[in-house]
């Protein structure tokens, strides 16, 4: 085989191997971009009292690009929530309610933050939280 064949021969397989790998990416943002749920469902435990609380709670929430829905339970702490996975997630979400007060299972309010609420929403002081029992 003489050296020009050799080397078309060798640009031949180099461009299949690229327009392989070109299909391959492509299916793989495909696949990507399809998977992120844009109504995603979650349902967390946040810590707090009162009206004042879910107010604040859910304000956090609604503050965060790509939550859709955010209702929480004064009585059993739980936080409903419907977001864009591909705009937020519920780390940042959580972040955010922490960034207001209130502590989540994964993620506690720095004390500043608790603080920061009203008397009647320290949800940390066992008198307060019997006061609105």
């Not at 327009?19 to 990416?25: G, M, P, S, W, Y």
């Not at 955010?96 to 929403?121: F, L, M, P, R, W």
């Amino acid at each position: 085989m003489s050296a020009l064949a050799e080397i078309t021969e060798l640009k031949i397989k180099t461009n299949n191997k690229m327009k392989n790998l070109v299909v391959i990416a492509v299916l793989f943002m495909t696949t990507v971009a399809f998977s992120q749920n844009k109504n995603a469902k979650a349902s967390i435990e946040v810590d707090g009292v009162c009206m004042m609380c879910k107010e604040r709670i859910e304000k956090a929430c609604y503050k965060t690009k790509g939550v859709k829905s955010a209702v929480w339970d004064v009585k059993t702490h739980e936080l409903k929530l419907i977001f864009d996975e591909s705009k937020t997630n519920l780390n940042t979400i959580q972040k955010n309610i922490a960034a207001v007060g209130h502590d989540t299972k994964e993620i506690k309010a720095t004390d500043e933050a608790y603080n920061s609420v009203h008397a009647c929403c320290k949800y940390r002081d066992t008198e307060v939280v019997k006061d609105h029992h």
